[in-house]
């Protein structure tokens, strides 16, 4: 079974640009989420999907942030313009919808440096 | 709000048992993981436990849990240098919500 898909794997811009993510779920599951690793910090939650529709968007900074996933399956993260603070690990996971356990899949995840 | 806290560094002679140590302040989580990150990979998922268990098993992992005092450990018997990682405590609250909160990892060294 194919794993969580991100792409790219680093990303290296200058502040005030923009930067696009990808991600690609493991197939069949329902519920989508972005993180943010800042180094030397475990994951913080940016955004959760469940198929098309956005669940829970509270932590993503909404003014620079923005995230879709279209067709319920693959999903892009944008953040723009991007701020020197938004250098992190950026993690996409997924998980079966309905799970009691809330075991969650992990992707490579986009390593993004802003100068 | 919730807290999760974890010592950031653990070094360890291979073949010797490990102890992972966290702490957290949400009364009601109903879950409690550890998740394992190697270098430039994504979190695994190694073991879990539900909140009414105190102890759980797992080949090499042992997972414990104190409720009354918020403290939730992970012990590997037989380190290998394999297990060289970054491990990650979290917890999610009642109420169906499965978002954890993670803690910062501790960073588990083995020597040969």
């Known amino acids: 079974e194919a794993g969580v898909a991100q792409s790219p794997r680093y990303k290296i811009i200058e502040k005030r640009q923009s930067v696009a993510f990808w991600c690609n779920p493991i197939s069949g599951h329902a519920t989508l989420y972005w993180y943010q690793q800042i180094l030397g910090q475990g994951p913080k939650l940016l955004i959760q999907?469940?198929?098309?529709?956005?669940?829970?968007d509270s932590q993503l900074p909404k003014d620079r942030f923005s995230a879709e996933r279209l067709k319920g399956v693959d999903s892009t993260l944008k953040i723009q313009p991007a701020k020197l603070e938004d250098s992190a690990v950026y993690l996409c996971a997924s998980s079966l919808a309905g799970t009691s356990v809330g075991e969650q899949f992990f992707g490579p995840g986009t390593r993004l440096t802003v100068l | 709000g919730e807290d999760v806290e974890q010592s950031l560094f653990l070094s360890v002679r291979e073949g010797d048992s490990s102890v992972i140590n966290c702490t957290y302040t949400?009364?009601?989580?109903?879950?409690l993981y550890w998740y394992k990150q190697e270098p430039g990979a994504g979190l695994q998922l190694l073991t879990y436990?539900?909140?009414?268990?105190d102890m759980k098993q797992d080949q090499r992992l042992t997972v414990l849990l104190n409720k009354k005092d918020k403290h939730l450990s992970l012990r590997i018997a037989d380190t290998q240098t394999g297990d060289s990682a970054i491990y990650f405590c979290?917890?999610?609250?009642?109420?169906?919500?499965?978002?954890?909160?993670f803690g910062r990892g501790t960073s588990l060294i083995v020597h040969p």
């Open positions: 999907f469940q198929n098309n529709g956005v669940v829970d």
């Open positions: 949400d009364s009601s989580s109903t879950y």
């Open positions: 979290a917890e999610t609250p009642s109420g169906g919500s499965y978002i954890p909160t």
């Open positions: 436990i539900f909140s009414n268990m």
